[in-house]
Protein backbone atom coordinates (compact mmCIF):
# COMPACT_ATOMS: atom_id res chain seq x y z
CA UNK A 1 0.00 0.00 0.00
CA UNK A 2 0.93 3.60 -0.59
CA UNK A 3 -0.64 6.25 1.34
CA UNK A 4 -0.75 10.05 0.41
CA UNK A 5 -0.98 12.56 2.33
CA UNK A 6 -1.63 16.84 1.30
CA UNK A 7 -1.57 19.61 2.94
CA UNK A 8 -1.03 23.43 1.63
CA UNK A 9 -4.53 24.64 0.65
CA UNK A 10 -6.49 27.33 1.20
CA UNK A 11 -8.00 30.84 0.35
CA UNK A 12 -5.56 32.92 -2.04
CA UNK A 13 -6.47 35.87 -3.90
CA UNK A 14 -6.31 36.23 -8.17
CA UNK A 15 -2.11 36.66 -8.73
CA UNK A 16 -1.22 35.31 -5.17
CA UNK A 17 0.58 31.74 -4.57
CA UNK A 18 0.22 28.47 -2.62
CA UNK A 19 2.49 25.81 -2.06
CA UNK A 20 0.67 22.00 -1.72
CA UNK A 21 3.00 19.04 0.08
CA UNK A 22 1.85 15.61 -0.71
CA UNK A 23 4.27 13.33 1.36
CA UNK A 24 4.03 9.40 0.26
CA UNK A 25 4.35 6.45 2.84
CA UNK A 26 4.40 2.69 2.75
CA UNK A 27 5.47 0.79 -0.32
CA UNK A 28 7.04 3.68 -2.01
CA UNK A 29 9.73 1.97 -4.60
CA UNK A 30 6.46 0.56 -6.24
CA UNK A 31 5.35 4.65 -7.32
CA UNK A 32 6.56 5.29 -11.18
CA UNK A 33 4.46 8.88 -11.42
CA UNK A 34 3.53 11.13 -8.71
CA UNK A 35 1.39 13.72 -9.53
CA UNK A 36 -1.24 16.66 -9.31
CA UNK A 37 -4.95 16.32 -9.98
CA UNK A 38 -7.77 18.98 -9.84
CA UNK A 39 -11.66 19.01 -10.11
CA UNK A 40 -14.20 20.73 -9.38
CA UNK A 41 -17.61 18.98 -8.27
CA UNK A 42 -19.51 18.00 -11.21
CA UNK A 43 -16.59 18.35 -13.25
CA UNK A 44 -13.44 15.95 -14.72
CA UNK A 45 -10.73 15.17 -12.44
CA UNK A 46 -8.05 16.88 -14.16
CA UNK A 47 -4.50 16.15 -14.49
CA UNK A 48 -2.21 19.31 -13.80
CA UNK A 49 0.90 18.03 -13.34
CA UNK A 50 3.20 14.97 -13.26
CA UNK A 51 7.09 13.21 -12.21
CA UNK A 52 8.47 10.23 -13.44
CA UNK A 53 10.41 8.16 -10.57
CA UNK A 54 13.32 9.64 -13.40
CA UNK A 55 12.21 13.39 -12.97
CA UNK A 56 10.73 13.62 -16.14
CA UNK A 57 8.12 16.34 -15.89
CA UNK A 58 4.72 17.40 -17.65
CA UNK A 59 2.24 20.03 -17.28
CA UNK A 60 -1.35 20.46 -18.72
CA UNK A 61 -1.53 24.09 -20.59
CA UNK A 62 -3.59 25.80 -18.35
CA UNK A 63 -1.03 25.85 -15.91
CA UNK A 64 2.24 25.81 -17.74
CA UNK A 65 4.44 28.69 -16.90
CA UNK A 66 2.53 29.27 -13.71
CA UNK A 67 3.30 25.93 -11.49
CA UNK A 68 6.29 23.89 -10.86
CA UNK A 69 6.36 20.19 -9.70
CA UNK A 70 9.10 19.33 -7.77
CA UNK A 71 9.97 16.47 -5.04
CA UNK A 72 12.29 15.56 -2.22
CA UNK A 73 13.02 12.07 -2.74
CA UNK A 74 14.43 11.30 0.54
CA UNK A 75 11.64 12.58 2.23
CA UNK A 76 9.20 11.07 -0.51
CA UNK A 77 7.55 14.07 -0.92
CA UNK A 78 6.30 16.26 -3.95
CA UNK A 79 5.44 19.58 -4.16
CA UNK A 80 2.98 21.65 -6.10
CA UNK A 81 4.44 25.48 -6.24
CA UNK A 82 1.17 27.42 -7.61
CA UNK A 83 2.19 31.15 -9.11
CA UNK A 84 -0.26 34.01 -10.47
CA UNK A 85 -2.94 32.02 -9.17
CA UNK A 86 -6.53 32.57 -10.91
CA UNK A 87 -10.26 32.30 -10.18
CA UNK A 88 -10.71 28.92 -12.51
CA UNK A 89 -7.84 27.34 -10.29
CA UNK A 90 -10.02 27.33 -7.93
CA UNK A 91 -10.31 23.35 -7.51
CA UNK A 92 -9.89 20.35 -5.31
CA UNK A 93 -6.21 19.73 -5.35
CA UNK A 94 -5.53 15.37 -5.28
CA UNK A 95 -2.09 14.22 -5.05
CA UNK A 96 -1.99 10.79 -7.12
CA UNK A 97 0.65 8.11 -6.93
CA UNK A 98 0.56 5.53 -9.85
CA UNK A 99 2.65 2.09 -9.58
CA UNK A 100 4.65 0.08 -11.46
CA UNK A 101 3.22 -1.70 -13.91
CA UNK A 102 5.02 -4.86 -12.64
CA UNK A 103 3.99 -3.85 -9.15
CA UNK A 104 1.53 -5.97 -6.68
CA UNK A 105 -1.05 -3.06 -7.59
CA UNK A 106 -3.73 -2.77 -10.27
CA UNK A 107 -4.91 1.38 -9.66
CA UNK A 108 -3.66 4.52 -8.79
CA UNK A 109 -3.47 5.51 -5.23
CA UNK A 110 -4.59 9.79 -4.07
CA UNK A 111 -5.01 11.55 -1.55
CA UNK A 112 -7.35 12.90 0.32
CA UNK A 113 -7.60 16.17 -1.61
CA UNK A 114 -6.68 19.67 -0.32
CA UNK A 115 -8.91 23.01 -1.34
CA UNK A 116 -7.96 25.57 -3.02
CA UNK A 117 -10.27 28.96 -3.29
CA UNK A 118 -8.80 31.55 -5.50
CA UNK A 119 -11.18 34.61 -4.83
CA UNK A 120 -10.87 38.45 -4.39
Known amino acids: QVQLVESGGGLVQPGGSLRLSCEAS????????MGWYRQVPGNQREKVAT???????KYADSVKGRFTISRNTAENTVFLQMNSLKPEDTAVYYC??????????????WGQGTQVTVSS
Open 96 to 109: NAEPYSDSPYASDF
Open 26 to 33: GDIFSIYI
Open 51 to 57: ITSGGYI
